[in-house]
């Protein structure tokens, strides 16, 4: 069962104009706390704020280092997002989304990793992904994932990584495209490459 | 290296349903990918982040509540008794109509009431009172020197305020400069004008504030009366004006009931301060600004403001932030700092210190309060390099030229649009 919160609407920023500024006109009363309200009183001082936010995210961010790296890196990866965040908490601004800064550590994060085991080598020259390519690995993890998973072992990072996003935190295209610093319609052109390839896949 | 086809039109409507939700993909991914972490990393990475953050507060100890109500009584009812015996040999004099706070707190005196009041006369003289470019830099000695004297004595409540509702008959800021009427908006002597008229015109290095509060609000940045909100003090006279200062950004949360305004009663200095105000103590609201970085890099930057808080719950936090061009490098670092206040407290100084990196793109600035319950009020932002070998409330008389300010640093310009 997937937990309600990464199915749930976005949760957070209402960056209103000026005429909504009168007490926040259509404001939602919600059980819980936003994940930025949660993130600013850990900021500052609250440790007691850290942990549900933690638990709202730490699975789908394992997922998204799992879906590039194997299960080693993965937690070493994951590890590093956490304490990025935890040393940057005063940079933390509420205008962007928590999700989105979040997985923007991890994008950055993953990059160095990339860059760092191979080195002088461009990111797209590196991909689709390596060792899981090799017919051993491929025969090994058909019997651990599923034909989506192994489907998204093919694409090149960057399309792999807008599904991933898209479908572990909701994120949207402009969001997506922030992470990876391109603009918005090469985000779409990639995804809509991805899913052409996916369908091909799933097809047969 | 085949290059790839572009794709079909059916790959467009394959990628609108797919961004419409519930694809089939979609659903496939989701039963696939089930991992959780293992509960080992979960600890690790707990653990760590609790050991971050210093614990908060301090026990209380079973005797220390009687003895702070033994102490209050102690100090108090003498401190009382001698207030009320001495209180009929006060001379009217003085014209300070609102009563000095007792407490003990820095920055606070009877100013804040006298220049509420030369607040709302500076609205009443609106449609005659311009930018006063000469004397926009003043140190902030001046400005403690001309909030200890005497004030002349106070027009009715409220009497200036006409300005505020009367927005039509608010002429050109700019075409008049009545500078005789500068020492009454702002509490500065001529004396003082002179002072600083001087030390511009000598080219002498910056003082720490960057403007002062002299500043009539310019008819181009005026809402209609109709689309602000007011508060009234004694049933006439409004005090506040609900909207977004201008050359303010203003973002808030959706879990949380906010506003944020102006308040026209006793500001830190000037006409004005912002005030930001919340109902729920759940989420938050900010005022910010962004500038470039390239006058700060390489400096360590100063921000200094004033806060007065007023909350039975939640925060306020004065904030600065360089933004970095690498975001993979500047993961790790830290290039951003928060000052925060919480509880009730009179007018305090806030600085807010960081080192701008070589390769900063960005400097921003702002206030925030979250988990509000109560409001905080902000006045007088300035930015100063610091030299690296002063602490951050040195002098900076010798420092460098002065660097670009935040736009509207003591929110007298208002305002871009309320209800």
Do not use: C
């Not at chain 1, 990793?113 to 390596?130: T, Y």
């Not at chain 2, 609205?123 to 004297?149: C, N, T, Y």
């Amino acid at each position: 069962m997937r937990p309600a919160h990464t199915t749930g609407a976005r949760s957070g920023v209402n960056p209103t104009t000026a005429a909504e500024a009168d007490w926040g006109a259509g404001v939602a009363e919600t059980p819980d706390p936003a994940d930025e309200s949660l993130m600013l009183a850990y900021a500052a001082g609250d440790a007691a704020a850290f942990e549900p936010l933690y638990r709202r995210h730490k699975d789908a961010l394992y997922r998204y280092f799992l879906r590039h790296v194997d299960a080693a890196d993965a937690a070493e990866l994951f590890q590093d997002v956490w304490k990025n965040l935890v040393n940057a908490r005063a940079r933390y601004r509420p205008e962007a989304p928590f999700r989105a800064w979040l997985f923007a550590l991890a994008h950055n994060r993953l990059m160095d990793h990339f860059r760092r085991s191979r080195p002088g080598v461009e990111l797209n020259d590196m991909l689709p992904a390596d060792a899981s390519q090799q017919p051993e690995a491929i025969a090994q993890r058909q019997q651990t994932v599923g034909r989506v998973l192994m489907a998204l072992q093919a694409l090149p990072l960057e399309q792999r990584e807008i599904i991933v996003l898209r479908e572990e935190r909701e994120l949207t295209l402009e969001q997506i495209a922030q992470i990876q610093g391109v603009g918005r319609e090469t985000v779409k052109s990639r995804l809509r490459y991805a899913l052409a390839k996916l369908r091909e896949v799933l097809d047969d | 290296m085949t290059k790839q086809s572009p794709p079909q039109r059916s790959d467009d409507d394959q990628l609108q349903r797919y961004l419409a939700g519930g694809s089939s993909l979609s659903h496939a991914y989701r039963s696939e990918a089930d991992e959780v972490t293992p509960p080992e990393l979960d600890r690790a990475v707990l653990e760590m982040a609790h050991a971050a953050v210093p614990p908060r507060g301090r026990r209380v100890s079973r005797w220390q509540l009687p003895l702070a109500l033994a102490a209050t009584l102690l100090i108090g009812v003498p401190l009382a008794w001698n207030v009320t015996r001495q209180a009929p040999r006060m001379e009217p004099a003085s014209g300070i109509s609102t009563p000095v706070a007792e407490a003990p707190v820095p920055e606070v005196s009877a100013a804040p009431a006298a220049t509420a009041q030369r607040s709302r006369e500076a609205l009443a003289a609106v449609p005659s009172v311009g930018p006063v470019s000469g004397i926009e830099a003043a140190s902030e000695r001046r400005q403690d020197a001309s909030r200890q004297k005497v004030d002349p004595p106070a027009r009715k409540a409220g009497e200036g305020l006409a300005g505020l509702n009367d927005v039509d008959g608010i002429g050109p800021a700019n075409e008049v400069s009545t500078e005789a009427e500068a020492p009454q908006v702002a509490g500065e002597t001529a004396e003082e004008r002179s002072v600083a008229e001087m030390d511009v015109a000598a080219g002498a290095p910056a003082p720490v504030v960057a403007m002062q509060s002299l500043m009539a609000p310019p008819p181009a940045t005026m809402a209609p009366a109709s689309k602000r909100s007011a508060e009234s003090v004694g049933g006439s006279t409004p005090s506040r004006s609900w909207g977004v200062p201008t050359g303010w950004n203003l973002a808030q949360t959706t879990d949380g009931r906010y506003q944020v305004g102006v308040d026209l009663q006793a500001p830190h200095d000037g006409a004005a301060s912002a005030v930001l105000q919340g109902q729920t103590g759940r989420g938050w609201v900010e005022l910010s600004q962004r500038l470039s970085a390239v006058q700060y890099r390489g400096l360590r930057l100063r921000l200094r403001g004033f806060l007065r808080t007023d909350l039975r719950g939640g925060q306020v936090q004065l904030w600065l932030h360089a933004g970095a061009a690498d975001a993979v490098r500047a993961q790790g670092r830290i290039d951003a700092a928060g000052t925060v206040l919480s509880g009730a407290h009179g007018w305090q100084r806030v600085d807010v210190v960081i080192d701008v990196p070589a390769d900063a793109e960005t400097i921003s600035l702002g206030v925030l309060l979250f988990a509000g319950d109560g409001e905080a009020h902000v006045d007088q932002l300035s930015l100063v390099a610091v030299p690296p070998g002063l602490a951050a409330d040195d002098a900076i008389r010798d420092g460098p030229p002065p660097l670009p300010q935040p736009i509207n640093p003591g929110f007298e310009e208002f305002v871009r649009a309320s209800r």
